[in-house]
């Protein structure tokens, strides 16, 4: 099972800091992905669950459900099956072409101000 959380921290604190440990920070958005075991060794097959919270209140959300199969494991690795699972759940609401996606500075890589 791989749990993707996220979570918000105060600006000033270093995560890294073992310190840190008693900081408050707030869970807001969280994934599982679990092996299905339908999949073979070479190609995996995932159920996936997403808590998607909805901007500035992260207690109103959703769950959101999906499957991944045909997975390459052996070639890709955690990040690229998270990738798949985001894409299946919140891919449209972010293209550019269903007039879905927020403006984003193109002098930022993750849309912040520089």
Known sequence: MIIVKIERWP??????????????????????????????????SYEARLYDPPAYNPWAGTTLTTRVTEFPRRQLGAWDLVYRVLRDLVAERNDPAAGQEAPVDPGSADGTSA
């Open 11 to 44: 600006d000033d604190v270093d995560p890294d800091d073992p310190e840190s440990a008693r900081v408050r920070r707030t869970d807001i958005a969280r994934a599982v992905i679990r092996n299905d075991h339908r999949g073979s060794p070479e190609l995996g």
